[in-house]
């Protein structure tokens, strides 16, 4: 974990906080657009959130959080009660969404969304790319960042207000793409499979808020095998893998726990996982949150 301050807040948009966070010994470790860190809240829960400043700034870090009125208490803690100069551990940067050379790209942000977007934008505009953002969020005053966006990149960003003009047409925006083109999406569930509607899974990157639903085989139980100390874990039925790790003494880093952050990633050393992450497990990987087994052992490297 990194230690750092909390050395501004300020509102951006409508329930939506920027906090920029200060390395406290130095520099911070470095990141590429798509990045997330997870953040140690002194409530005693970890969150995720993308990154929004820029990589070239080694000595700070800056988040945006949306007040969610259904907040399991991370949102919620971070608009009520951190304050300026407060001490904060967080992760180095993770990126299950990393941006990939094209000559063309189309970016679609919706809502809070944007953050995973900005330094994408900022990035490819750098590197001499064709680059449009389409941002939508219910009205202008709920877009945050939306005036900084419209200063730096002008026409290159377009800003639609739901509430007025509807959702974006994306087949509109499909036709007038190069056949090279890249599309990224972060944003709720609906935008999200309105893209994938329309563009090819080859071209379409996306990020998601929250997993798809999915249906699984029923639970089995399974034994897992911890190489480094010997210990064998049985994972019953009712309960996941992580949690069984937990309690028999071997704690693993987490956050969502939904299989869409990637902060209790292992490494599979033997058997078979059973995947049931958003984010595309690497091969010799697993999420302990929701991923199981699909052989009888596991063999993992903790």
């Not at 909390?6 to 920027?18: C, N, Q, W, Y």
């Not at 971070?78 to 000559?103: M, Q, T, W, Y």
């Not at 739901?162 to 509109?172: F, K, N, S």
Request: overall charge neutral; charged content about 20%; aromatic content about 6%.
């Amino acid at each position: 974990m990194q230690r750092t301050v909390i050395d501004r807040i300020d509102p951006v948009a409508e329930d939506v906080v920027s906090l920029v966070l200060r390395g406290a010994d130095g520099p911070l470790a470095r990141w590429e657009p798509g990045a997330h860190i997870d953040i140690a809240l002194p409530n005693w829960l970890t969150r995720q959130y993308s990154l929004c400043g820029d990589p070239a700034d080694r000595h700070s870090y800056r988040i945006a959080v949306r007040h969610d009125p259904l907040s399991r208490g991370g949102s919620g803690y971070v608009h009520l009660f951190l304050r300026r100069g407060r001490a904060l551990d967080v992760s180095e940067p993770r990126n299950h969404f990393p941006l990939l050379p094209a000559p063309e790209y189309l970016f679609l942000a919706g809502g809070i969304g944007i953050t995973a977007i900005l330094p994408m934008l900022r990035a490819a505009v750098g590197a001499g790319s064709a680059a449009t953002l389409v941002y939508a969020g219910r009205s202008l005053a709920t877009m945050p960042f939306a005036d900084e966006l419209r200063r730096s990149y002008g026409d290159r960003v377009r800003l639609v207000a739901t509430t007025d003009q509807g959702r974006p047409d994306l087949a509109v925006l499909a036709e007038g793409l190069d056949a090279r083109a890249l599309v990224y999406c972060c944003g709720p569930a609906s935008m999200l499979a309105a893209a994938e509607a329309v563009f090819p899974a080859g071209r379409l990157h996306a990020e998601r808020f929250r997993p798809v639903a999915k249906t699984f085989p029923p639970n089995t139980a399974f034994e897992v095998v911890c190489a480094r100390s010997g210990q064998a874990v049985q994972v019953s039925p009712d309960e996941s893998l992580l949690d069984a790790l937990t309690h028999a003494g071997h704690p693993v880093p987490s956050g969502c726990r939904e299989g869409v952050c990637g902060s209790c990633e292992l490494a599979v050393l033997d058997g078979q996982p059973e995947h049931r992450d958003d984010i595309g497990a690497p091969a010799g990987r697993m999420y302990a949150c929701v991923s199981r087994a699909r052989s009888p052992r596991l063999v993992l490297n903790l």
